[in-house]
Structure formats: structure tokens, C-alpha cells
């Protein structure tokens, strides 16, 4: 036999779970053809793995390229791709790209981007993966559908779910936190999880609250997926604020003891100490609950401000930890604390949130340190778990679409999620082994998706494969200096052609539309 490519000397992970070996892997189109003993003379370029790690490519479960549009911006996903994530799950958090019954149907994508400067050529499910599946991808990109897209058109809502799974959906996902999804019936949401079950497909959902009421929103998960039996998951698991960090071991129990009674229910972490989040998310719920358009009145009000001013006070917000990450105006107060604006201004903290707020239309971003790293760690010791990076496409170059913002740090993240984990949570304090470690980052997350070619090497599985150095393998992105590759990746294989060689980049286009 033919092999386009032969990869000789490298440690084998499978993905499995089994222990490390030696093997070599040979490489025929897209797919592995044998994973065992190749013999050089069989043909194909072969590369020399000694030294180095050879595993699947990673599988991220909770990835946002396609909200902030960058899919079509730079479908090559250069910042992904050179961290060893070969497939991306998008449409999550309730937010997805389709299907639209009119293109004004995009404004659901507001908060995050300028729409200004998009326009989209789809409007079913269908259209939608055809016009993705035109983009030039350097990647694997699986598509749910989200609820807040197509929440607005209410009874018709549950039928256009319906058209998008025959259309190549691979499930549903919904953020419990936030608009609309906070409002959604339990009959309501139940019925898109029965549809979900029937499909075989994912069921992805943000908790409703992961702060101080994270047991009742891990429980109404667990509830979900043991009434409707869909393939449930909660994404981006993690208890918010300091107070609340104690909790976080107790809701990794009672999933815990839920798939034991046979409940399908699994969860993903992202191994980062700060969240990326919408700073408009820091106000008291009763605020949120009122809309966009409602919250900006209530900021324009002196009345309600003051209410909202002494909410916030009685939270720990902790100004000198929380970063600004992206504004619609005051772009110069991009990597400043709010602590250090607030100290400018002259003004307490909570005044100059509000301010930053009103001024900015309500598109701020920070990063905020409200994640305990010990509450990582003990994710990760759930079998259930999988690593995620919850990031999205970073593009470096200066030629940037229109609809971006013009300057803005993304979550470090999106540069260094898979070299992170197994930096801090294998290599530094040896919380996984490395061969369950590579599990939780390819066939488990795989699984979940029901992706059932991929996340394992395997003879007859699709060519997705890393090969990286042990030694040298870590996150370089920081908060404030995000736009740095990890080291150690040595090559990255998406479906069978090199996309990384010898750790430069090569834009080959091999990614499809699963």
C-alpha cells in the first residue's frame, strides 16, 4: 500500500485512554490506514517523530468562531489550528449564525460585533453550511443551532429546529443565563431537548446562573437530560465569584451521581482562572431581565442607576481584577483595570462601570479573575469532564474585516488552551496522566459531539493528528499580551494534510463542514 505520509518513531497516544506506545502511522488521503508497523518502502514523505508525542487532534466542544463571524473572516483558523485543535463545535451558548427567516435575524450577534459590515448570503440551515463549506477552512467545523436565533419567531421556533437538524444540524444549544433563553418554558425546553434525543444528537446548554445559584442550575440540567434522555452538556462548567468557589466540588458530585443512575450528562472546563465576559453581566439579575434596550434606559435614569449602583456595591467586585478586554468607543481603555479607570476618573468602581457602560452602548468585554484554578483541578478529575477553550478565531493580521473591532484582546485562550492544560494539569503537579489527558482533549469530547470518525488514532479514522514535545509543550498568550503562539507543537495533520510542519503554519485549506 500507498502512503501519502509515514510517521515513524513517535510515541502514540491513541486517545483511548491506553498506555503510550510506539507505533508508527501511515497516512492514505484523509484517513489512517494503519496504525502499527509501516514499512518505509511502502512510499509516502515520511517524518521523523522521535522525541515527540503523536496524538488526535483536538476536539472543542465549546468554541464562538462562527458568532464573532472570524470563520469567514480567517477560516483558516491559524490561532487553532497551531494549538492542536483540528474540530471546533460552534453554535454554542444559544448563539448561532442560523437559520434566519430574514437577514435583519443576524442582530442576534449585536452584543459581541458590528454587524454593520456583514452581509450574509444564507438563510436556512442548509444555505448557511453551504456558504461555510465555500470558506477556505483550515479546520473541522461541527454547527448546532442556537436558541436565542430563533427564539423571536415563537410558536414557529420549535418547527425551524426541526428544518435545521434535517438540514445538517448536529443538535440545540441555549444559554439559561442569558436573554432569551432565561425566559424559555421548562414544557418549551424540554420539547427542543426531546427533538434533540430523537436526532441522536448534542444538547448543549449555558447553566442559568453558575454563581449562587449553581446547585439549582446543575440540578434543572440534570433534569433535562434525565427526563428527555438527550446527549446533554453543560458548557463551560465553572462556579463564579469567591464565595461561591466551595460549591463547585458538590456540582461536580451531583452529576457525578447522576451518570451513575444512567443520566447522559457530561461537562467541559476551560483550564484559565478568568472569564471573557460581557460586562453588562455583572449587573443584578432584575436589570438583565428588563432587555438591552430597557437596561440602557435604567443607566439614563437616576432613580434605577442608584439602585444599580448599590447592587453592585454589595458585590465583591474586585476592580483591580477585572480587565478591559474590547469597548465599542473608549478604545483607549483597552488592558487598563477598571480600579485604575475608576482611579482617574475619580469616581468609586461602580459609577465608573456604569459610565463605561451607558458610553459604550453596552459592548464591553473584560476579563475578570472569577474562576478558582483548584476548582479546574478537580474537574479534571471527573471522568466526564472534557478540556475546552471557549475561545474563538483570533485574526493577527492588520487587514482585519470591517465588522472586528479595531482593537481588542482576545482570551489568551484562543491561543493556548490544549498546550495549557497539559502544561499545568500533566506536566507541573501531574493531575492527569498524559494518555487520560489526551483522552479528555480528543475521543471524549468527540463522543459527546457525536463525532464518531475522529479523536482516536485508529486504523480507518479520519487523519486528524498532533505531534508535539513533551518537554517543551506551553501556553506563551496573556491577558494582556494574548497574540503569541504556544511551543511545542511540531505538527498538526487535518484530514491527512500537514497544516502545521516542523511548527510553521501552511494555509492548506483541508478542513470541512461535519
Not at 439579575?285 to 438591552?292: I, T, V
Not at 466526564?384 to 485574526?395: D, H, L, Q, T
Amino acid at each position: 500500500m500507498a502512503y501519502s505520509y509515514i510517521i515513524k518513531n513517535a510515541t502514540v497516544i491513541d486517545g483511548a485512554g491506553e498506555k503510550m506506545r510506539q507505533a508508527d502511522i501511515g497516512i492514505s488521503g484523509k484517513e489512517i490506514k494503519v496504525a502499527g508497523e509501516v514499512r518505509e518502502t511502502e512510499g509516502g514523505e515520511v517524518i521523523d517523530g522521535a522525541g515527540l508525542y503523536c496524538m488526535p487532534g483536538m476536539v472543542d466542544l465549546t468554541n464562538h468562531a462562527d458568532r464573532n463571524f472570524s470563520l469567514f473572516g480567517a477560516p483558516q483558523a491559524e490561532n487553532l489550528v497551531r494549538q492542536g485543535i483540528t474540530t471546533i463545535v460552534t453554535g454554542v451558548c444559544g448563539i448561532s449564525l442560523a437559520p434566519l427567516t430574514s437577514p435583519e435575524d443576524i442582530n442576534v450577534v449585536s452584543p459581541w460585533i458590528d454587524i454593520r459590515g456583514i452581509n450574509t448570503d444564507w438563510l436556512s440551515f442548509g444555505e448557511f453550511r453551504e456558504a461555510l463549506g465555500r470558506q477556505r477552512l483550515g479546520i473541522n467545523v461541527v454547527t448546532l443551532a442556537g436558541y436565542a436565533t430563533i427564539a423571536p419567531h415563537g410558536d414557529q421556533a420549535l418547527f425551524l429546529f426541526e428544518q435545521a437538524l434535517a438540514e445538517g444540524a448536529r443538535g440545540f444549544s441555549v444559554s439559561l443565563h442569558h436573554a432569551p433563553g432565561q425566559s424559555i418554558s421548562e414544557k418549551s425546553l424540554f420539547a427542543f431537548a426531546e427533538r434533540v434525543h430523537e436526532s441522536q444528537g448534542l444538547f448543549s446548554l449555558h447553566l442559568r446562573d453558575e454563581g449562587a445559584d449553581l446547585f439549582s442550575s446543575t440540578a434543572e440540567a440534570i433534569r433535562v437530560a434525565r427526563l428527555s434522555g438527550a446527549r446533554t452538556h453543560i458548557a463551560h462548567l465553572q462556579a463564579l465569584g469567591r464565595t461561591n468557589w466551595p460549591h463547585f466540588a458538590e456540582a461536580l458530585t451531583m452529576i457525578r451521581h447522576a451518570r451513575e443512575e444512567g443520566v447522559m450528562i457530561s461537562a467541559d472546563v476551560t483550564p484559565y482562572g478568568r472569564t471573557n465576559a460581557r460586562l453588562v453581566s455583572f449587573l443584578p439579575a432584575w436589570a438583565l431581565e428588563r432587555g438591552e434596550e430597557r437596561i440602557k434606559e435604567c443607566l439614563a435614569d437616576a432613580k434605577q442607576r442608584k439602585e444599580i449602583e448599590q447592587a453592585l456595591n454589595a458585590l465583591t467586585l474586585h476592580p483591580d481584577r477585572i480587565l478591559f478586554a474590547s469597548l465599542d468607543k473608549e478604545k483607549e481603555l483597552v488592558g487598563k483595570t477598571l480600579a485604575h479607570v475608576a482611579e482617574l476618573r475619580g469616581v468609586a468602581p461602580e459609577v465608573a462601570l456604569l459610565d463605561i457602560l451607558y458610553a459604550n452602548d453596552l459592548r464591553v468585554r473584560v476579563f475578570s479573575k472569577t474562576i478558582a484554578e483548584a476548582n479546574v483541578r478537580e474537574a479534571f478529575k471527573e471522568e466526564f469532564v472534557a478540556v475546552s477553550s471557549n475561545g474563538e478565531i483570533a485574526i493577527l493580521s492588520e487587514e482585519r474585516p470591517p465588522y472586528l473591532l479595531e482593537k481588542e484582546l482576545p482570551h489568551p485562550r484562543s491561543f493556548g488552551t490544549l498546550p495549557r492544560f497539559f502544561d499545568r494539569f500533566v506536566k507541573n503537579n501531574a493531575a492527569l496522566s498524559w494518555e487520560e489527558a489526551v483522552r479528555r482533549a480528543t475521543s471524549l469530547p468527540a463522543g459527546i459531539a457525536g463525532i464518531a470518525d475522529r479523536g482516536l488514532i485508529k486504523t480507518g479514522m479520519k487523519a486528524d493528528i498532533v505531534l508535539f514535545d513533551p518537554a517543551t509543550i506551553k501556553d506563551n498568550a496573556t491577558y494582556l499580551h494574548p497574540y503569541q503562539y504556544p511551543d511545542g507543537i511540531k505538527f498538526v495533520f487535518v484530514n491527512g494534510k500537514p497544516a502545521v510542519a516542523d511548527g510553521i503554519f501552511r494555509p492548506l485549506s483541508a478542513g470541512e463542514v461535519l
